[in-house]
């Protein structure tokens, strides 16, 4: 389904447990002696140096290092500061983990596993012009998105960090955000509407890329979390209609590290919706998982909870926007 019109282009913290170390402390030169008499052989001996506790591996939020399928996900979808483009803009960085938890919680009835809280935070956003850099898509800073990133690791929120490249390569811009992407519950979206070929623009069609695209970006993000023993991170690839995603049948899910999900993105009616939530279904590779998405403006309308959970099979991820 080709949605009626494409969104306006406006244009966690890493818990690794510390590691103990046991430091045996002897008597310095200012030290007071112990009288001879009190000594005795057995506390002549040098008490043996305590063995350093292993660092503990970090974990997703509700524990353990596999996503699915001991967890479902929903999401406030956003760029912070901006409301047009979704809830997450709507509210500062403690706002809006807290209305991410009590959406989460409304989903808790109709799921058989916890329902986590996230955030999918638009860290580049099309732009309707090149800006200085040429490529039509507006970075937001690492420094930016702390504040956001480190509310939600204090609100066992997880992170999705959103790519909208223009004319950049989804692996240049994952790069850069990658001092977010060690942390444990950092994981990442791509978002090929808005991936131009050279010569394009946004707004005049709506932009594609190719599973090799996709396959370089995601092994690149998979080896870095090996890198760093991090837990297995999501992976969101948007899509609406079929030209958004070519050779979508060689999209690569094979790699443990990671949990990939196809995120369904039509808006409209609920007719629409679901044709295209069955649609993108069809010759889906292997391994990757369906993802819902709740439009508040555009969809008439907007599913409830229980009307989200109850669509088959039933979503692992799902976003508001």
Not at 95 to 101: I, Y
């Amino acid at each position: 389904m080709t949605r009626s019109s494409p969104p306006r282009p406006l244009v966690p913290a890493l818990c690794a447990a510390l590691l103990l170390t046991g430091c045996a402390q002897g008597a310095g030169p200012g030290s007071a002696a112990a009288p001879a008499a009190s000594a005795s052989p057995s506390s002549a001996t040098p008490s043996p140096t305590p063995t350093p506790t292993p660092e503990e591996p970090a974990e997703l939020i509700g524990g353990g290092t596999e996503v699915f399928p001991d967890r479902r996900m929903v999401a406030l979808y956003g760029r912070p500061g901006t409301p047009a483009l979704g809830v997450l803009g709507e509210q500062g960085p403690e706002e809006s983990a807290a209305r991410a938890k009590e959406l989460a919680a409304q989903y808790e009835p109709f799921s058989e596993v916890p329902v986590v809280p996230a955030f999918e935070i638009i860290a580049t956003t099309a732009s309707a012009g090149p800006g200085e850099d040429g490529d039509y898509s507006e970075e937001t800073s690492v420094e930016e998105l702390r504040p956001y990133v480190e509310a939600a690791a204090e609100q066992d929120v997880y992170v999705v960090l959103d790519l909208q490249p223009g004319r950049q390569d989804f692996l240049s811009q994952a790069q850069q955000y990658q001092e977010l992407l060690e942390l444990p519950n950092v994981g990442l979206a791509l978002d090929p509407e808005w991936r131009l070929a050279p010569g394009q623009v946004h707004m005049v069609q709506i932009g594609s890329v190719d599973a090799a695209e996709i396959n370089a970006t995601t092994a690149w993000l998979a080896d870095l979390t090996q890198e760093h023993e991090l837990p297995q991170k999501v992976v969101v690839l948007h899509q609406f209609a079929e030209s958004m995603i070519t050779n979508r049948h060689l999209v690569d899910a094979s790699r443990p590290e990671l949990a990939l999900i196809l995120h369904a993105d039509g808006h409209g009616t609920p007719e629409l919706k679901k044709g295209t939530w069955e649609r993108l279904q069809q010759g889906l590779p292997e391994g990757i998982r369906m993802a819902w998405k709740n439009f508040y403006d555009e969809d008439t309308p907007t599913f409830t909870p229980e009307e989200t959970s109850a669509i088959e099979p039933q979503p692992w991820f799902v976003s508001y926007q």
